[in-house]
């Protein structure tokens, strides 16, 4: 059984930095996509940044692009997500999801596995 666990997330004034941590279980995530989302209160679950685990390739959304950086421990099975200069409308709770295959789909459709989420605040 996949399971995905965030961790990391918390308050941070802005111009602050986090790293949110996704640790996967269950099967090995090779040939697997995993990608970050976020869900502010009252807004539709919006693509951060994805990773393709075998290449490391990487794909962002544009609010993010600069300041997001998502990248994958083998070892340890977990991926992660860092962000620095953040702003108050970075504030949602952020997931981690997984799918088959080596496209970095931004559809939230498209992704089978899903974490619970963790919150991320920003305060100005």
């Known amino acids: 059984q996949v399971q995905l666990v965030e961790s990391g997330g918390g308050l941070v004034q802005a111009g602050g930095s986090l790293r949110l941590s996704c640790a996967a279980s269950?099967?090995?995530?090779?040939?697997?996509?995993m990608a970050w989302f976020r869900q502010a209160t009252g807004k539709e679950r919006e693509f951060v940044g994805g990773i393709y685990w075998n290449t490391g390739n990487t794909y962002y959304a544009d609010s993010v692009k600069g300041r997001a950086t998502v990248s994958r421990d083998n070892a340890k099975n977990t991926v992660y997500l860092q962000m620095n200069s953040l702003k108050p409308e970075d504030t949602a709770v952020y997931y981690c999801?997984?799918?088959?295959?080596?496209?970095?789909?931004?559809?939230?459709?498209?992704?089978?596995?899903w974490g619970q989420g963790t919150q991320v605040t920003v305060s100005s």
């Open positions: 999801a997984a799918r088959a295959g080596g496209i970095i789909s931004t559809f939230r459709t498209q992704y089978n596995y």
């Open positions: 269950g099967r090995t995530f090779g040939g697997y996509t």
